[in-house]
T-cell receptor, first 116, second 114 residues
Framework: NAGVTQTPKFQVLKTGQSMTLQCAQD?????MYWYRQDPGMGLRLIYY???????DKGEVPNGYNVSRLNKREFSLRLESAAPSQTSVYFC???????????????FGPGTRLTVT | AQSVTQPDIHITVSEGASLELRCNYS??????LFWYVQSPGQGLQLLLK??????LVQGIKGFEAEFKRSQSSFNLRKPSVHWSDAAEYFC????????????FGAGTRLAVHP
């Protein structure tokens, strides 16, 4: 099992450009998440998908959109990139979401995005 | 609002020395508590978690953590640090009701001197 995979690993964008970050998991997990990691701030939840067909905003959703393409895949889109979106982006998945934090989240290796 | 505080941004220890990383949380009820480790250029890996029961929990790689309700703390410990433990460590909480949404602390970066 590959676990959680993310593409690309690195990306440089110019302000105003758009791009989609891809995430896939092969653990048959129901729930998936997108986080951003910034120095001194830990990880912050951007969007999550409790189950296939549903998505919800997290703590910092502005400037992002997501698509839960199927049970395996959860993509994050930046429609018009801004320098403030320079960050490391992590995708995660878990077996469930409704059991009050009991389900471990498994993380991908991250995508390092720079917006100039 | 729920929050997690890791007071130490950087810690340096000598190989073989003991380690304690601090974590305090702010939450109305007892949340579920986690410690994750992030090696350079890698994703996060779960070290250990506390849901209920024994307040001293054992994790992988020889780590343990103790939940102290009276202090709202969940400190991570290791009796003897190895050079390979150099990494960034994150404490996280999830509400004991509702969705499985983790709230992370800012992290503590551990350096290990030979």
């Amino acid at each position: 099992n590959a676990g959680v995979t993310q593409t690309p690993k690195f990306q440089v964008l110019k302000t105003g450009q758009s791009m989609t970050l891809q995430c896939a998991q092969d653990m048959n997990h129901n729930s998936m998440y997108w986080y951003r990691q910034d120095p001194g701030m830990g990880l912050r939840l951007i969007y999550y998908s409790a189950s296939e067909g549903t998505t919800d905003k997290g703590e910092v959703p502005n400037g992002y959109n997501v698509s839960r393409l199927n049970k395996r895949e959860f993509s994050l889109r930046l429609e018009s990139a801004a320098p403030s979106q320079t960050s490391v982006y992590f995708c995660a998945s878990s077996e469930g979401i409704y059991s009050s934090g009991r389900y471990e989240q498994y993380f991908g290796p991250g995508t390092r995005l720079t917006v100039t | 609002a729920q929050s997690v505080t890791q007071p130490d941004i950087h810690i340096t220890v000598s190989e073989g020395a003991s380690l304690e990383l601090r974590c305090n949380y702010s939450y109305g009820a007892t949340p579920y508590l986690f410690w994750y480790v992030q090696s350079p250029g890698q994703g996060l890996q779960l070290l250990l978690k506390y849901f209920s029961g024994d307040t001293l929990v054992q994790g992988i790689k020889g780590f343990e953590a103790e939940f102290k309700r009276s202090q709202s703390s969940f400190n991570l410990r290791k009796p003897s640090v190895h050079w390979s433990d150099a990494a960034e460590y994150f404490c996280a909480v999830a509400p004991s009701g509702g969705y499985n949404k983790l709230i992370f602390g800012a992290g503590t970066r551990l350096a290990v001197h030979p």
